[in-house]
């Protein structure tokens, strides 16, 4: 009880000591003592961290880069009145073509994707993301759009990039953000739809808006002449030691949730719904949302890459038949194969 008495006592002198933080000397003459002050600079320290400016010393530029690969996604536009796809959208195998609003069906050509395609130059990878077409109401791309980067080429990614909202025609940091999946549990088992995924997906943000170690290392714009088309550029140096990789694109109305990424583990086929006429139509709980099959990047693809494109007469898709004989490496860390990735660190930006 004496013991409890005394923590109350020195909480009380704590509290005060706080409150007596602002007040002039006079009334806090009589004040205890050195313990608490020097406990409340340590709060107000971790409360307050020091901002960093974010300034770049290398943008990207874009012209004159040379083709890595691209490749055509089905596209909507001309067929959205029969409210269903036909091809494109198969859960099993975690490929979506529902540019559609749940239930109603609603067209959403912002997020349609129609061509895929990455060019290089010395030191940056750019995605270029072509859409059917633009929200109506804003004539903007007002969705997330995100490259997603296969570097053990097993059909799981390793990390992502999202680009949200992108508005402006020039290059920007803004809004574009990187999350690795450290602990190699993004797409649970296989690429089948794993009953109760408990994973947290790519779970570490390693790029926000610029802040970090390097705030060049991934941009978004939206350039809007003759095709709506949103592009995302991505360091080149992050990936130099293994520049080799398989990479797919995402675009979804609602704000991409990196932790919940692989949408046949986090959603149910009955909860996903389907665009396909059938057991599982309309769209339900996921909608607005295209991605497309693989493309490789820093190699020659040898047919057997899982979700890979078609490759001019070369099918190199895996069977949608049997997802289930696709199963994982075992353990990828991605940020020992590619340590200046993970080195990238979040910090807080200053508040404009
Ligand atoms: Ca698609
Ligand atoms: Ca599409
Ligand atoms: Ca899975
Ligand atoms: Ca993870």
């Given at each position: 009880m004496k013991f409890v008495k005394q923590v109350l006592f020195l909480s009380i002198v704590f509290a005060f000591a706080l409150q007596a933080c602002g007040l002039p000397s006079a009334l806090t003459a009589d004040e205890p003592t050195a313990q608490p002050v020097?406990?409340?600079?340590?709060?107000?320290?971790?409360?307050?961290?020091?901002?960093?400016?974010?300034?770049?010393?290398?943008?990207?530029?874009?012209?004159?880069?040379?083709?890595?690969?691209?490749?055509?996604?089905?596209?909507?536009?001309?067929?959205?009145?029969?409210?269903?796809?036909?091809?494109?959208?198969?859960?099993?195998?975690?490929?979506?073509?529902?540019?559609?609003?749940?239930?109603?069906?609603?067209?959403l050509p912002q997020v349609d994707i129609v061509d895929i395609g990455m060019t290089e130059d010395d030191n940056y990878y750019y995605v270029h993301i072509k859409l059917a077409g633009v929200d109506p109401?804003?004539?903007?791309?007002?969705?997330?759009?995100?490259?997603?980067?296969?570097?053990?080429?097993?059909?799981?990614?390793?990390?992502?990039?999202?680009?949200?909202?992108?508005?402006?025609?020039?290059?920007?940091?803004?809004?574009?953000?990187?999350?690795?999946?450290?602990?190699?549990?993004?797409?649970?088992?296989?690429?089948?739809?794993?009953?109760?995924?408990?994973?947290?997906?790519?779970?570490?943000?390693?790029?926000?808006?610029?802040?970090?170690?390097?705030?060049?290392?991934?941009?978004?714009?939206?350039?809007?002449?003759?095709?709506?088309?949103?592009?995302?550029?991505?360091?080149?140096?992050?990936?130099?030691?293994?520049?080799?990789?398989?990479?797919?694109?995402?675009?979804?109305?609602?704000?991409?949730?990196?932790?919940?990424?692989?949408?046949?583990?986090?959603y149910t086929i009955e909860s996903a719904g389907s665009p396909v006429l059938g057991d599982q139509y309309p769209v339900k709980d996921l909608a607005g949302v295209d991605n497309t099959c693989r493309l490789p990047a820093g190699f020659q693809p040898t047919g057997t890459e899982p979700l890979g494109c078609h490759v001019g007469q070369q099918v190199i898709e895996a069977d949608p038949s049997s997802p289930s004989t696709i199963h994982f490496t075992p353990i990828f860390n991605i940020c020992k194969v590619y340590p200046a990735l993970c080195e990238l660190q979040v910090v807080q930006p200053i508040k404009p």
């Open positions: 020097a406990t409340q600079v340590a709060i107000a320290t971790e409360q307050q961290p020091t901002p960093v400016e974010i300034v770049h010393t290398l943008i990207p530029f874009g012209a004159d880069s040379k083709d890595v690969a691209n490749a055509h996604d089905n596209e909507e536009s001309n067929s959205y009145d029969s409210k269903s796809v036909m091809f494109g959208d198969d859960f099993n195998i975690n490929r979506f073509e529902r540019p559609f609003t749940s239930v109603d069906m609603a067209y109401a804003t004539g903007g791309a007002n969705g997330s759009y995100a490259v997603d980067f296969d570097t053990s080429i097993d059909g799981k990614a390793e990390f992502i990039i999202i680009a949200q909202t992108p508005t402006s025609a020039e290059w920007s940091t803004d809004g574009v953000s990187i999350h690795a999946d450290e602990n190699s549990d993004v797409g649970g088992e296989s690429l089948s739809p794993d009953n109760g995924y408990t994973g947290d997906g790519f779970e570490k943000t390693v790029f926000n808006a610029g802040t970090g170690n390097d705030p060049d290392a991934a941009w978004s714009r939206f350039v809007n002449e003759g095709s709506p088309v949103v592009e995302i550029a991505f360091k080149k140096a992050f990936l130099a030691a293994q520049p080799k990789f398989m990479w797919s694109v995402t675009a979804s109305l609602a704000t991409i949730d990196p932790t919940k990424f692989y949408y046949n583990d986090t």
